[in-house]
């Protein structure tokens, strides 16, 4: 599931045209982070890294929509933010991945 998500996301991003191509080079390179680190977790938290892989989906629907709701993208940048909490601990890597690419995003205007 999460190659799919990510294909989908990359997808996305490359439509995406606010921000710069640094940004968007930056973007995808954390969405490779993203996709190592959330199959590490499915091996141990199968349901949690479901829940990242669909909220990181939803997040890039949201960003690509041609009529764009800046309460859904904030509210699938945050959902996506709450989904890595609690993994700071076990999985530090994740989390800082999932804050900069929220942080990311949201300094690119999504």
Known sequence: MIDDTVRKMEDAIRKIQAGADADKAGLLSLLATLK???QRLSLTHEEQAHSIASLADMAAHEVTR???SPGLMRHSRDGLALAGEGFEASHP??????NEICVMLARIGI
């Not at 890597?93 to 999932?98: D, F, K």
Request: aromatic fraction near 0%; hydrophobic fraction near 60%; charge should be positive.
């Open 36 to 38: 190592a680190e959330v």
């Open 66 to 68: 041609r009529a764009k």
């Open 93 to 98: 890597r994740l989390v800082a991945t999932i």
